[in-house]
């Protein structure tokens, strides 16, 4: 995979640094189950609020499932669609809204959730295999396709796979595989004793 | 720190299977600003939706602003506070909920959010750190003490700090530190093809 690691003020782990959401997947290069199952054992071990574990993880591999995978592929939205198309597998992530412990309303679900999903996400990292999720997808779509319950909400679809080889990406995707990743400096959303109180490195 | 690493079907990243939420930390041992920032930058460089980064952390270091430390700890519940009073550092995570991007409401602030979080629990877990959060906090009184604004949700406070040697762990908390961590079996949250098709291994 394309090195793209984060431009850091100070060294950080290289898993985290190295996680980045590429959109060029390998069509040709399946994800076997022997893969995947780490993927979901990694999501399985976030820490979640009273360990409610709110999250729901849906596997579509187009290799076992065509119809699924095509379901899948079918929310998401015409941009996404574009590059998602060579995702041997897409994983929808779920949030369970009410605790299982007393049913009522868990206002981490979500938080934890994507908690979960990132964890899927440095997991297949250090397998050399690329997420990239999409909060572009119709969610009401995947509820009625899948059969999602009310009380879940549809939080994001993810692409996984392994990327194309640098000499086979080609035009605007190349460019935008190569390019920089960007993010806010610290001081912009990390602050100290009060908000807005930028942290002061 | 006492190793509880999660127990799984198959091997994952050392770095995710090691990190677990402990509660005994050594209240002798402080946590430096050159230890504090990695936590922000592995936070800082989680994705999210459209890159908007709608996280924001507000740091509170006993040792430098007593007072901001001591206002954070007011916002505890009794339960955690029994314990989280031995944590040099606290660290509350706050979601926008509005794109920055169009000032529209963004649907994935939360579980964005909860990645950035994770994210600096696993780099703690790398410098042997440790990181417990709680949604047992007051988020109206910290919204009000710390002048968060209508538009960002208080999500967790989080305890920073180095765990006590085990020999100085006693009685109850001992026993919770030292007992095994629990996760539901994988099928129980993790599907294939639709809802409710537990993923076969």
Redesign the interface.
């Known amino acids: 995979m394309i090195e793209k690691k984060?431009t850091?003020?100070?060294?950080?782990?290289d898993?985290?640094?190295s996680?980045?959401?590429g959109r060029a997947y390998d069509p040709d290069r399946p994800v076997s189950?022997?893969e995947i199952?780490?993927l979901?054992?990694?999501?399985?071990?976030?820490?979640s609020?009273?360990?409610d574990?709110p999250?729901?993880?849906?596997?579509?591999?187009r290799r076992n499932?065509k119809t699924?995978w095509d379901n899948a592929f079918s929310c998401l939205s015409e941009g996404n669609q574009v590059w998602a198309v060579n995702a041997p597998v897409l994983i929808l992530s779920i949030?369970d809204t009410l605790f299982s412990r007393n049913g009522k309303s868990n206002?981490?679900a979500?938080?934890?959730?994507?908690?979960a999903?990132?964890?899927l996400?440095?997991?297949a990292t250090?397998q050399g295999l690329m997420v990239h999720?999409m909060?572009g997808f119709n969610a009401d779509r995947a509820r009625e396709l899948?059969?999602?319950?009310d009380q879940y909400i549809p939080?994001?679809m993810m692409a996984v796979g392994y990327q194309l080889p640098l000499d086979r990406i080609k035009g605007e995707t190349r460019e935008r595989e190569l390019s920089d990743?960007?993010?806010?400096p610290?001081a912009?959303?990390?602050?100290?004793?009060?908000?807005?109180n930028a942290?002061k490195?």
């Open positions: 984060a850091t003020s100070v060294n950080i782990n898993l985290i640094a996680r980045w959401s189950k022997e199952i780490p979901l054992e990694a999501a399985r071990w976030a820490p609020c009273y360990g574990q999250w729901r993880f849906i596997v579509f591999d499932d699924g949030a206002r981490w979500q938080y934890d959730t994507g908690a999903a990132v964890s996400c440095l997991q250090d999720q909060g899948f059969g999602i319950p939080m994001a990743r960007q993010r806010h610290l912009h959303n990390f602050f100290e004793g009060r908000w807005g942290y490195i």
